[in-house]
């Protein structure tokens, strides 16, 4: 099996597009990925033959429903190292964060108690903590970040202290690209009694992750970013720490019984997974898992690193562009500015010329303050691009120039 890049770009319709009569150079992966396929059918065939709530009817339809949204479960399980049980289905990275934060924290963290971040996280692994500090008496400390955009293992050491009660850490930067050492990080922490959840929304993409041996508590992803739909993502913890968490949101599936003396609840995953689920985005999601495991996921990783060996060395062809975010080893996401132009601007110019990046804080504004940056212009590229994509984005960013001399 090797990696044939133009027979993976026939299995995602969106790509064969062309927005104002050009090609379609998509390059916003990072804010989410298309799907193959593959992905689509499995989700459409759900809803044609197997729709059903599930485990709740004893009928044959039922039956194959929660058979489809179980299977899905163990081979999400399966794919990143853990076992069924501890894999409990969210709407996403977002949701995990805040599960944790709401059902760990509340019974975990106390007055004066600190919760250990760094300074690249997304929005969704700072504002929860923020919410459970608030309410808590507790505190946020911020792992700093370099100006290549790396943190240090001497930092963690020096910060992880008696109050630490937890390490929430990316394990790739959605501005950055920078790739952090989880399992040094979960050694250090885990020496100090500290458990680490791993936000692992840019890793899953990119490379095999495996749970155990990167030895995270927690670790969050989003479906929609792996190929599969929104709408579903998955929050990992080891089970015995799931166990002896409480519940977050109460209602059905959650319960063994109820009364209105009390309510026992159920094993994991469901003690976590109240309310229906979203069934058809599970089997979406363990159709992306199965069309991930079915390429050549080594000869995918070498080909997006040439795409990013090849975009960095043609972006600074570019008078006046700063790259931000030059770490050894990085994911294929590039974040620069130019001298002279909104990275709005470098967006919509750029969209007239069928390059599709995004422009913003993509919800990552203290790591923009701490580049100095309003905004940047990110290209997020996936194993469906191509060298092609990259040379319209550098031929679109030479028409920006033209534009603003
Ligand atoms: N964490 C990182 C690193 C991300 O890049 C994102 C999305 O951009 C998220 C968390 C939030 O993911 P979601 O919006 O799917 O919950």
């Known amino acids: 099996m090797s990696f044939d890049v133009e027979a993976v770009r026939r299995q995602f319709p969106v790509l064969a597009q062309r927005p104002y009569g050009k090609r379609l150079a998509f390059l916003d992966s990072g804010a989410t990925s298309q799907k193959p396929q593959s992905v689509i059918d499995a989700v459409t065939r759900f809803y044609d033959r197997d729709n059903s709530n599930v485990h709740r009817g004893v009928y044959d339809l039922a039956e194959r429903a929660t058979a489809a949204f179980e299977g899905a479960r163990k081979k999400i399980a399966r794919f990143i190292g853990a076992e069924p049980r501890e894999v409990i289905f969210t709407r996403g990275t977002t949701e995990g964060v805040n599960l944790v934060a709401q059902s760990w924290g509340r019974a975990s963290v106390g007055p004066g108690d600190e919760i250990l971040v760094t300074g690249m996280e997304h929005h969704s692994n700072i504002v929860p903590w923020q919410l459970l500090a608030a309410e808590k008496g507790a505190k946020l400390v911020v792992v700093p970040v370099d100006d290549r955009g790396e943190v240090h293992l001497a930092d963690f050491e020096r910060l992880i202290g008696p109050r630490t009660r937890i390490v929430a850490v990316t394990q790739v930067s959605n501005v950055l690209g920078t790739v952090n050492p989880i399992r040094e990080i979960t050694r250090l922490a885990h020496a100090r009694g500290v458990p680490v959840l791993v936000d692992g929304a840019q890793a ?48 059905g599936d959650m319960i063994l019984s109820v009364s ?127 060298r092609e994509d990259v040379d319209q984005l550098v031929q679109g960013l030479h028409r920006v120039r033209e534009m603003f001399p």
């Open 260 to 386: 209105f003396e009390g309510t026992k609840f159920n094993t994991i995953p469901y003690k976590f997974e109240a309310g229906t689920p979203d069934a058809a985005g599970a089997v979406g999601l363990g159709a992306a898992v199965d069309w991930l495991e079915g390429l050549d996921r080594e000869g995918a990783r070498a080909h997006e690193r040439d795409l990013l060996d090849h975009a960095t060395r043609r972006l600074q062809e570019l008078p006046g562009l700063r790259i931000i975010g030059t770490a050894p080893g990085k994911a294929p996401v590039i974040s620069f500015v130019m001298e002279g132009v909104h990275p709005h601007d470098v967006g919509t110019i750029l969209d007239h010329e069928g390059v599709a990046v995004r422009a913003g804080h993509h919800c990552a504004q203290p790591l923009m303050e701490r580049f100095g940056v309003p905004a940047t212009v990110r290209a997020s590229m996936a194993l469906y691009n191509t």
């Open 204 to 251: 899953v993409p990119h490379e095999k992750v495996d749970v155990r041996d990167l030895d995270a508590d927690f670790y969050v992803f989003s479906g929609h970013k792996m190929f599969g739909p929104t709408g579903i993502g998955v929050l990992y913890g080891k089970a015995k720490i799931l166990e002896a968490m409480p519940p977050w949101q109460g209602g």
